[in-house]
């Protein structure tokens, strides 16, 4: 087991020429894998978009290239793309689906394969209003990336135990 650091650097000039800095660092212990990949996601698809990643909730359930949900812990979603921007997208086996924009350079991080998101509890009164127009979205099973006006490259990376 190895432990994997992450390291997030941030720089400015500011017009008064001075210059911030902001350096984050963190170790996460005992990584057993890790999977990195560089990947053409194409203007051209069916459904609901290409998908990336997908979790499993144990040993016995994984396929080709699916992760243990409770053993990720990092993900990085970058698109290395010089122009041409990505919609990620985090859909739970219900369908249910968070959408992020990813711009050229840009990068989405996450500490594990949890999101959570909402939960009717958070913001539905039992008999108040009818919670049958209102859903849970608490954790994702699969990852799906679009892009938008041109193909764009991906690169991600998923750490786990």
Do not use: C
């Amino acid at each position: 087991m190895s432990d994997l650091k992450i390291i997030i650097s941030e720089q400015i000039t500011l017009p008064n020429k001075n210059i911030e800095t902001a350096i984050n660092t963190v170790t996460i212990p005992g990584i057993n894998q890790i999977v990195k990949r560089v990947d053409t996601i194409s203007t051209t698809f069916s459904g609901s978009g290409i998908e990336i990643l997908k979790f499993t909730d144990s040993e016995e359930q994984q396929t080709a290239g699916s992760f243990v949900k409770d053993q990720v812990k990092y993900i990085r979603i970058t698109n290395i793309s010089p122009t041409g921007s990505a919609e990620i997208y985090l859909i739970s086996t219900g369908n249910e689906s968070s959408i992020f924009p990813l711009d050229p350079g840009k990068s989405l991080m996450f500490g594990n394969s949890e999101f959570n998101a909402t939960s009717t509890n958070d913001y539905v009164v039992e008999g108040y209003v009818d919670e049958t127009y209102y859903s849970d979205f608490t954790y994702y099973d699969t990852i799906k990336a679009k892009a938008l006006v041109i193909n764009v490259q991906l690169e991600y990376l998923v750490a786990s135990l």
